[in-house]
C-alpha cells in the first residue's frame, strides 16, 4: 500500500487505530495482498456494520491471481475481520464513495459466521453460522481467499448433493444438505429463461442418486420433465395414470361436478352430498366399514350414483324445482361421455386399486426408480387442479394415516407452483389451494417435505414462501418479485440478495437451512439426456427451413380431434 493509501487510513481511524502495528508489520513484509489489509472498521451493529475501503488496495487486490481476493471488497464479495483470535467472514452488501477522503469507500456489510484460526498455517477452521464477539471501530479487515472459502463452505459431515461451484472460486464444490433442505421445504425461484428447468432437474437427478430408495413425486404441468427421467423414473400422463374418480373427498367432487354459483351451489351441494354418501354406502366395503363419511375413499360405480340421483327427482313433490338434479345430471353425463377425461372417469376404474395406485404413485417400492413424474399437460385443464389436488392430498392424508408405522417420508415437487398456491387477490378458493399451504406449515411434522417451482414468486400465497427454510434464487427481472423474494430471505442474505438481477443463466443465490451460510453458485452442466424437454425454440434456425408444412398441418389436426 502506498503512503497515500496509509493516510487514508489514519483518515478512517485516527493517528492510533487499533491493528495499526498489525498494519505496520505488514507493510514491512509481504506484499501479499491475503495478508495486506483492504480496510478498516467505522462502526458496528448488530446483523451488520459500515466499513471503510481503499481504493488502491481493492485494485492491487484485482490483479490477484485468486479469483477471490480479485473480487475482495467488491459487492457481494466475503471478507474477513480477526477477532481475538478468531475470525468473522462478512459479506458485502454495498458501496458508495466517502466524499470526505480521496479514494475513500464506505460499504455496509453483513455478518456471516465465525472460525477459528490454525497457529501454523493461519486457515480457518470449524467455521459456524452465526457471532459470539463482534470486532471493535477500527480493526482492520482482509480479503477472503479461496483457502478460507473452501474451510468455510467444506461440508461438516452431514448428507449432502453438490450442484454447482461457489462463486467466484474455480473449484470449490457447492453442495446443499438433503436432510435440512427437504425437511423444511424449499423453493426455486427464477425468471422464464434463466434455466430454471434444467437446474430443477439437476437437482432432482443429485437427490435420486444420492437416494435410489426415494419416494419423490413430480407435478409437472407442462410434460417437460418426462424427458429428463425417463431411465430414472416413472412417468404418469393420462395414457397410463388411472386415477379412480372415487378417490376424490366431497370438496373435489364440488369441483367437478358443480357448475352452479351463489345460492344455486349451495343447494347443488347438499344434494350431492346425499347422493354420494349413498353411492359410497352400497360397496359391499363400506357395509363391512360400519360408519363412514362423504369423503371416505370407498369405490363407488357412477351408474349407482346417477340412478340415486334419479330415484332422489322422482321423490320430488310439484312444487320443488328440479333443476339442481338436472344440472348434476347433465355434468356427470357430459363427463362419462367425453373421451379426455377417460383417464378418471372410466367404468374400468370401479375395482378397489387404492393400494396399488399409492404404491405406483409413490414409489413404494421404488424398484430402482425413486421419482414418478406426473405429467398433466394432457388433463382438460377445467379440471387440472382438481386432480393435482387429489394427488397432494393423498400424499398428505397418508402421511397422517401412517404415523403409527413411520411411514417413508415423500417429497413433493411442484412446478408453476403460483398457479396451485395463489395469493389472495388471484385465489380462487379452489382446494388444491387449501391442500397445498396446509402442507407447507404442517407437513414436515409429517415426513413430507414440499418443493415449490416458480417464475412468479409475488404471486405465490405469501405464507406458502415464507414456510421454506431453503430458498434458491436465479434471476429475476421484475421488481415486485425481487422485492418478495427480499422480504422471505433472512438479514444476513441481503448483499447476495442485490446480485440477483445480475445474475447469469444458470447461476443461483442459495440461502436458508440448507447450506452453512448464503452462497452464490454457478450449476453444473446436465448431461444432455437428462435435460427437461424446456429450450426455447431457434426462430431463426426453423425460419430458415421448408418442405412437408402441409403433411405436419395434417397429422396435428388429427392429434387435435382425437385429443381423448
Not at 489514519?10 to 495482498?33: M, V
Not at 439426456?529 to 431463426?540: G, L, Q, T, V
Amino acid at each position: 500500500m502506498s503512503d497515500h493509501g496509509r493516510q487514508d487510513f489514519e483518515r478512517f481511524t485516527g493517528p492510533n487505530p487499533a491493528g495499526a502495528e498489525e498494519l505496520a508489520s505488514a507493510y514491512a513484509g509481504s506484499h501479499d495482498n491475503a495478508r495486506l489489509p483492504i480496510g478498516v472498521v467505522l462502526e458496528i451493529s448488530g446483523s451488520g456494520s459500515q466499513i471503510a475501503l481503499d481504493m488502491q488496495r481493492l485494485n492491487e487486490c484485482m490483479e490477484d491471481a485468486d479469483p477471490s481476493i480479485a473480487l475482495a471488497g467488491q459487492v457481494g464479495s466475503q471478507i474477513k475481520i480477526r477477532v481475538g483470535d478468531a475470525w468473522l467472514l462478512a459479506n458485502v452488501r454495498d458501496q458508495r464513495k466517502d466524499r470526505r477522503t480521496e479514494g475513500g469507500i464506505i460499504a455496509h456489510i453483513d455478518f456471516l459466521g465465525e472460525g477459528s484460526e490454525e497457529k501454523l498455517t493461519g486457515r480457518i477452521h470449524g467455521f459456524k453460522r452465526g457471532v459470539t464477539r463482534y470486532p471493535v471501530p477500527g480493526a482492520m479487515i482482509y480479503p477472503a481467499t479461496t483457502r478460507d472459502l473452501e474451510q468455510i463452505y467444506a461440508s461438516d459431515g452431514r448428507a449432502s448433493i453438490t450442484i454447482g461451484k461457489v462463486f467466484p472460486t474455480k473449484d470449490i464444490r457447492a453442495g446443499l444438505y438433503i436432510d435440512a433442505m427437504l425437511g423444511k421445504h424449499f423453493a426455486l425461484l427464477g425468471s422464464t429463461g434463466t434455466g430454471k428447468s434444467t437446474s430443477a432437474a439437476l437437482i432432482l437427478h443429485r437427490i435420486c442418486e444420492a437416494a435410489p430408495k426415494g419416494h419423490i413425486v413430480m407435478i409437472d404441468p407442462h410434460g417437460e420433465y418426462s424427458a429428463a427421467f425417463r431411465t430414472t423414473g416413472q412417468i404418469l400422463d393420462v395414457s397410463n395414470l388411472q386415477m379412480p374418480y372415487w378417490l376424490m373427498n366431497f370438496e373435489e367432487h364440488c369441483e367437478v361436478l358443480l357448475s352452479s354459483s351463489g345460492n344455486d351451489r349451495q343447494v347443488d351441494a347438499d344434494i350431492l352430498a346425499k347422493c354420494l354418501l349413498a353411492a359410497r354406502s352400497k360397496n359391499r366395503l363400506a357395509q363391512t366399514m360400519g360408519k363412514i363419511t362423504v369423503d371416505s375413499p370407498i369405490p363407488y360405480l357412477l351408474s349407482d350414483f346417477g340412478n340415486i340421483l334419479q330415484d332422489e327427482m322422482g321423490k320430488l313433490d310439484k312444487a320443488t324445482s328440479s333443476a339442481p338434479f338436472m344440472r348434476i345430471k347433465g355434468k356427470l353425463d357430459e363427463i362419462k361421455a367425453d373421451p379426455r377425461y377417460q383417464f378418471m372417469f372410466s367404468g374400468m376404474l370401479v375395482g378397489d386399486t387404492m393400494v396399488d395406485f399409492i404404491s405406483k404413485i409413490f414409489r413404494m417400492p421404488g424398484n430402482g426408480r425413486p421419482i414418478s413424474i406426473i405429467d398433466v399437460s394432457g388433463v382438460p385443464s377445467d379440471i387440472t387442479s382438481t386432480v393435482v389436488a387429489v394427488l397432494s392430498r393423498l400424499v398428505f392424508d397418508f402421511a397422517i394415516w401412517g404415523r403409527e408405522e413411520k411411514t417413508r417420508p415423500v417429497l413433493l415437487v411442484c412446478e408453476e407452483a403460483h398457479r396451485y398456491v395463489p395469493n389472495e387477490k388471484n385465489a380462487d378458493g379452489s382446494s388444491v389451494g387449501k391442500i397445498l399451504s396446509r402442507i407447507a406449515k404442517e407437513g414436515r411434522k409429517y415426513g413430507i417435505s414440499l418443493g415449490l417451482i416458480t417464475q412468479r414468486p409475488s404471486d405465490l400465497a405469501e405464507g406458502v414462501l415464507s414456510q421454506c427454510g431453503t430458498i434458491i434464487s436465479m434471476r429475476l427481472n421484475n421488481d415486485r418479485d425481487q422485492a418478495f423474494v427480499r422480504a422471505a430471505m433472512p438479514e444476513g442474505a441481503r448483499g447476495f440478495l442485490d446480485s440477483i438481477p445480475a445474475l447469469r443463466n444458470r447461476e443461483c443465490i442459495i440461502c436458508g437451512e440448507g447450506v452453512s451460510i448464503p452462497i452464490r453458485v454457478s450449476f453444473d452442466n446436465l448431461e444432455e439426456h437428462k435435460r427437461p424437454a424446456s429450450e426455447d425454440p431457434s426462430f431463426a434456425d426453423l425460419w430458415s427451413k421448408d418442405g412437408g408444412e402441409q403433411e405436419l398441418v395434417e397429422r396435428v389436426v388429427m392429434r387435435w380431434r382425437s385429443q381423448g
